[in-house]
Structures are given as structure tokens and as C-alpha cells.
């Protein structure tokens, strides 16, 4: 079941590594503002927000991957620190999804798209 719960929480950090891309990096692109619904003048004005949300996102990647790389090139003893990255930054995309849908019901398939992989990742680890 860990290995289920690195594969997800995998997926879920790659995932995250994408949506940094589209915040921070193409945010004003016309094909990253059709993803996001918004206008250039929109996009415009909110490109610096998107630029720091961005970063959260790829923050939270990050940390979700060096749990994956603790816990599968760490000696055993680190599995409770691998578990608590993995944890932490999962558990932390979850709850930015649920913002999301909490946010804009309309919202909802987004917040499956960021949220389903890092949940399901959670409940594989809690369950291991």
C-alpha cells in the first residue's frame, strides 16, 4: 500500500508541478487563460497573484517528492518522516481543493483534477 500511496502522491506533486507552470509561468497565455476563464486584461492584473499561487503549488510538489524520495531511498528509520512530508503536502492540496470548490461550486472539476490524487495518496498511506 505505500507504494500505491508514493505512485499517487506522485501523480499529485507532477500535477502540481503543472499548475505552477500555468500560474507562475504562462499565466497571460491565451491557452492558460482559457484553462483559467480569464480575460488578458484579467490575466493581466492578476499576474502577480498567480505568480505567488504558483509557487505554492510547486512548494507543495516539492515537499510531497522528497517524502516519496525519503521514504524509498532512506533507511527505515525515516518512513515516519517520509509518511509526515507526504502527509503534510497532500493533506495540504486537499484542503486547497476544497477551498477551491468552496469557493465557486462551478469549480468543482479543478478541484477534483488538484484534489482527487493527493486524497486518495493520504488515505493509501493512512491505510499502510
Known amino acids: 500500500m505505500t507504494t500505491v500511496a508514493f505512485v499517487l502522491a506522485g501523480i499529485a506533486a507532477l500535477i502540481h508541478v503543472y499548475i505552477f507552470r500555468l500560474e507562475s509561468l504562462a499565466w497571460t497565455d491565451p491557452k492558460t487563460r482559457a484553462v483559467f476563464g480569464t480575460t488578458p486584461e484579467t490575466a493581466e492584473v492578476t499576474k502577480p497573484l498567480a505568480y505567488n499561487q504558483g509557487f ?32 503534510v503536502a497532500c493533506g495540504s492540496m486537499v484542503a486547497a481543493a476544497l477551498v477551491l470548490v468552496t469557493s465557486d461550486r462551478r469549480k468543482l472539476r479543478a478541484a477534483l483534477t488538484q484534489g482527487l490524487a493527493p486524497a486518495l495518496a493520504v488515505i493509501a498511506l493512512v491505510l499502510s
Not at 56 to 83: K, Q
Open 56 to 87: 505554492y503549488n510547486l512548494f507543495l510538489a516539492i515537499i510531497a517528492l522528497i517524502g516519496i524520495a525519503v521514504g524509498a531511498f532512506g533507511p527505515a528509520s525515516s518512513d515516519d518522516v517520509s509518511a509526515a512530508l507526504i502527509l
